[in-house]
């Protein structure tokens, strides 16, 4: 059963299907590498952008991807709404970040329920002319419909590391990561910093929401099935390395895609957290960790 | 820091406010036969089971306006299940010993009708179920009916019609792949197409699930095309059809046949956006819009159905479901009438003995409360044109080709001359 | 003393439970109580690892199910009583407990909770793959008789569920009331203070995972025979890690009470809504009382009453 071949797409269909997973994720590496917000309810932020771009598509026919960027302040806005809600009540209080756990779980439910009353419970799909049509260079298939995801989400990381490393912003909420106390110090409030970062987090959801219902039909409580999936890559690249998180989306596309090709699609998953645990076992801060 | 009691207590108490609301309009008229269930409002099967709600509550409103039944009037009593099975047993004894109703129908799905099933049959109850697969086939209950028309072989209904169409092809097909869902339906359904395919003589050469979860399927259609079936049968729920078909097209694999059970392809919110691309796809059904399918009443239902789904938010055509569940009340309904009470033995042992003319046509059960025959059709998408929903509700777009007591089209042969 | 008068008590509470089983006939009841009951447990269960020593447990939902299915791999393969599936989900689900321990020694905080999470889809996996515990198709599962107690077998599940609560509670309060628990609570507040001070933090840790994976593991031991039906969407569902990690955060964590207030408040809460309400707004409810708990009353109930009691003093 073994080719060349299948080998390739495989590996290609992991990178694609990995792009996709560093755009999902990129929201959680922020606000828990980052800001250690464990902000449980970021998928159903996702499914949010999904139904924005669903709306939008649906009624003017706008590409999904537009309509991502176009709500990006938009959920920009939102996150800065729900890091006020939470700083107020967790962080200032000095809070465990385990209250906050609970607080986004109940949020995760709020946004479930508020979609299936405003949309209902029918699968989502979106219309555009790409989806379903595809590139061959040689032996190698590459679908529209996963490249735009995976092209996608590499821009938005590399473009988030640059302007963490890069702008002051950026180095400021860099440096919230590290020692927010040197920050007030230096006459920045850390509290604002932050809060520019998780809405910068939300942001990159809608983006990433759009490119989910690219991919396959959306329905509002399909974000539970991410948790984990977000929160493993986030873990397994190690904590506060944007870049990790990107090699460790590719590590489990790739290991999902391989497994699906070649011993059986049922198993793919289980090897993916699989291969969580092992890491974590062995590196516990992930194989990029501070 | 007191002041946030009353908010917290604030809470609760419109909670509970909420629930008296909730009981209060149960007892408005005299006397109203009560029929209680879960039902799926919310969570995986919400789709389905809300579809159905609207159906039951069209058929409650049809038969009050007819004076109801006995001369009483119907009234429901309902719970969602969350389609989750664990709430199941709470619901129907709080249904039966706290609201006390007389008869007790099932909710949407075999996950949510079992663990309702020894609650039943500890109290003797008749019990009508939808879209159970197999529930009694441990069992063995005699009250218990079930409306699907999947037959003696549950398993096996939703795959005949696409192997025997395929065996009857020349040349025959000679190898098959067989994917699906890592779920009940999907898992029912693969378990009677490995039936189908070893008594047709068809070698199997692919045989693997895939999580429900899966976002890409590229990888898996791959694998399917290096093992070169000459058909391909997928049994999936809606987010799998959508992504075995697009990545199917991606990856150019055609088979001579494609499809079998995949469910999702019966919903207008999947039909429209998928468009000419379910062109050539074989897929099972229950009830489509052909001539040889009309049956007394069907339309005048679906009259009634299609606008109130569009104001409810659920799905619009409503081909797949709501005519089952109107149904299986019909049954019910024909039966307290003629029985002339509410007594369960005795509507039991009438609608094992007697045949129902129903929307969906004639029903007659068997011993073991399936449908005595199977009617699960074989169809197939042909001349899909754009994304219009209209198109879906005229004859020629669906087409009948199994059983052929209702066909009316023919298979076209292989996938790919559909697609062109 | 207290010990005393509190095992006279759950004695008393257990008794109470096998005499409503006489008058009552009004099966909801049981089906409610056995619903909420099972909540106290595996909040006790969660609260354990949880809140004593502040490792956080993802995947209750795991621990659960796998007590279920060694239930139903028993009753598949030999038929086997109440008891011995209760005492085998106990110790498989132990076992896990103590093997996850084991391989996330070194892991801190929410890496643990990562683990655990990851360890749920594992496990789920391999269910949905085992043909022979029903795999992904479910197994309907046949009660036996309910034996000469009882009238019906609902009865006999509630009385067992309310034994196995208040063994978890007995459980938890002698945890709370020993040195183990102090030396959890040294885990909890700063663990290389603790390792430093010679706490022996490896040894306590794994025995809270082990003793805590013990518990869910029997909380899940009667589920076949309480829904007949077993499949794995059910048994692994969210709402068990949800809720067994909220429930002692809306009653209080540093305390055995905790748990049972947040348990008897939530699992009533959710029961109520879904036979009153019955639309999306139950899990609408769920969601805003989580949200408004943990913002409102951050110490969780206790912390409220605490509170209260010490303003009235001053």
């Known amino acids: 059963m073994f080719s060349l071949d299948l080998f390739l797409n495989a590996l290609v269909a992991g990178v694609l299907l990995g792009g996709f997973y560093a755009a999902v994720s990129l929201g959680i590496s922020i606000a828990f590498g980052l800001l250690d917000v464990v902000n449980i309810g970021h998928p159903i932020f996702v499914i949010l952008g999904s139904y924005a771009a669903f709306v939008l598509n649906d009624a003017y026919g706008l590409d999904p991807l537009l309509s991502g960027v176009l709500f990006a302040p938009v959920f920009f806005l939102i996150g800065v709404v729900v890091y006020q809600v939470y700083y107020l009540s967790f962080e200032r209080k000095g809070e465990s970040p385990l209250r906050g756990l609970v607080f986004f779980f109940g949020l995760l439910f709020i946004i479930e329920v508020a979609l299936l009353l405003k949309f209902g419970v029918d699968y989502r799909l979106i219309e555009a002319p790409y989806i379903g049509r595809s590139i061959h260079i040689g032996e190698v298939g590459i679908a529209f419909r996963l490249l735009v995801p995976c092209v996608v989400g590499l821009l938005m990381t590399l473009a988030i590391t640059q302007f963490l490393s890069r702008t002051f912003y950026g180095r400021a909420i860099k440096g919230v990561a590290q020692d927010s106390l040197a920050l007030r110090l230096m006459g920045i409030d850390p509290v604002r910093i932050k809060t520019i970062a998780f809405g910068l987090g939300i942001a990159t959801a809608s983006v990433a929401g759009a490119l989910l219902i690219m991919i396959s039909p959306v329905e509002p409580s399909i974000g539970r099935a991410y948790i984990g999936r977000v929160f493993a890559i986030a873990v397994l690249g190690g904590l506060g390395s944007i870049g990790g998180t990107l090699t460790a989306a590719l590590i489990l596309g790739i290991a999902e895609s391989l497994t699906a090709t070649f011993s059986g699609p049922s198993w793919s998953l289980a090897v993916s957290f699989g291969i969580l645990l092992l890491v974590l076992a062995v590196r516990p801060a992930g194989l990029f960790g501070r | 820091m007191m002041r946030r009691w009353p908010v917290v207590g604030v809470l609760i108490a419109a909670a509970f406010a909420l629930s008296c609301v909730g009981d209060a309009g149960a007892q408005a008229t005299k006397q109203p036969i009560r029929i209680g269930f879960g039902m799926a409002l919310t969570g995986g099967l919400a789709a389905n089971g809300q579809g159905a709600l609207l159906a039951m509550q069209i058929w409650r409103d049809d038969v009050n306006k007819a004076g109801g039944l006995l001369g009483r009037p119907v009234e429901f009593t309902y719970y969602d299940d969350q389609t989750n099975g664990s709430t199941v047993p709470g619901i129907y004894t709080k249904l039966l010993d706290v609201d006390k109703v007389d008869l007790v129908v099932s909710g949407y799905g075999t996950n949510l009708i079992a663990p309702a099933m020894p609650i039943v049959m500890e109290r003797k109850l008749l019990f009508m179920g939808l879209f159970g697969l197999g529930n009694n086939e441990k069992h063995k209950y005699s009250r218990y009916f079930q409306i699907a028309p999947n037959g003696p072989n549950p398993a096996g209904s939703f795959s005949e019609g696409f192997f025997e169409l395929a065996a009857r092809q020349n040349p025959k097909p000679k190898t098959t792949a067989l994917v699906g869902d890592d779920a009940e339906f999907p898992q029912h359904a693969l378990v009677g197409a490995r039936e189908h395919a070893k008594r047709l003589g068809i070698q199997v050469v692919y045989d693997k699930t895939y999580p429900p979860s899966t976002v890409d399927y590229t990888p898996i259609v791959r694998a399917i095309k290096a093992t070169n079936p000459d058909i391909v049968f997928v049994a999936s729920y809606p987010p799998g059809s959508t992504g075995m078909i697009l990545a199917a097209q991606e990856v150019g694999l055609e088979p001579k046949m494609f499809g079998g059970g995949m469910v999702g392809l019966h919903f207008t919110s999947l039909l429209t956006k998928l468009g000419p691309k379910l062109n050539g796809i074989v897929d099972y059904g229950f009830w489509v819009p052909e001539p040889t399918m009309k049956s007394p009443g069907v339309e005048a239902f679906l009259q009634k159905y299609q606008p109130a789904a569009v104001k409810a938010g659920v799905d619009p055509l409503g081909f797949y479901l709501p005519p089952w569940a109107y149904a299986m009340m019909q049954v019910l309904g024909q039966a307290i009438e003629a029985t002339k009470g509410l007594d369960q033995q005795k509507l039991a042992e009438y609608i094992h003995a007697k045949e129902f003319d129903t929307v969906v046509g004639k029903v007659k059960f068997g011993p073991d409360g399936e449908w005595l025959k199977h009617r699960t059709v074989a169809m197939q998408f042909q001349n899909i044109k754009g994304n219009d929903v209209e198109q879906f509700r005229q004859p020629g777009k669906q087409v009948v080709l199994w059983p052929d007591e209702f066909k009316s089209g023919n298979l076209i042969y292989p996938y790919s001359a559909a697609r062109k | ?314």
């Open chain 3, 1 to 314: 003393m207290q010990a005393r008068w509190l095992l006279a008590l759950a004695g008393v509470l257990i008794v109470g439970a096998f005499v409503v089983t006489r008058t009552v006939d009004n099966r909801y009841v049981y089906f409610a109580a056995y619903g909420i009951l099972q909540y106290v447990l595996l909040a006790t269960a969660w609260n354990i690892l949880g809140g004593y020593t502040g490792y956080v447990n993802f995947g209750t939902g795991a621990f659960f199910a796998l007590g279920a299915y060694t239930s139903v791999f028993l009753i598949q393969a030999v038929q086997a009583p109440l008891v011995v599936l209760i005492v085998a989900g106990g110790l498989v689900s132990g076992l896990l407990g103590f093997g996850i321990g084991y391989l996330t020694l070194r892991l801190r905080g929410v890496f643990f909770s990562i683990a655990t999470l990851a360890l749920a889809v594992v496990l789920e996996t391999m269910m949905v793959n085992w043909e022979y515990v029903g795999g992904a198709k479910g197994i309907s599962i046949i009660r036996p008789s309910a034996g000469p107690l009882f009238t019906n077998y609902v009865q006999l599940l509630f009385v067992v569920m309310a034994a196995l609560a208040m063994g978890a509670v007995a459980v938890a309060w002698f945890i709370e009331h020993s040195r183990i628990g102090r030396g959890f609570a040294t885990i909890r507040d700063n663990e290389e203070a603790a390792e430093c001070m010679g706490v022996p933090t490896l040894r306590l840790k794994l025995l809270a995972t082990t003793v805590s994976g013990c518990l869910m593991g029997i909380a899940g031991a009667p589920f076949p025979y309480y829904i007949t039906f077993v499949e794995p969407v059910s048994a692994f569902n969210l709402s068990y890690a949800v809720n067994s990690l909220a429930m002692p955060m809306v009653g209080g964590t540093t305390s055995w009470v905790g748990p049972i207030i947040g348990a008897v408040l939530l699992g009533t809460l959710q029961q109520l809504a879904t036979v009153t309400i019955s639309s999306e707004l139950n899990l609408l409810i769920v969601g805003v009382v989580l949200v408004a708990f943990v913002v409102l009353a951050p110490e969780g109930i206790l912390g409220l009453l605490r509170r209260g009691t010490r303003r009235t003093r001053a």
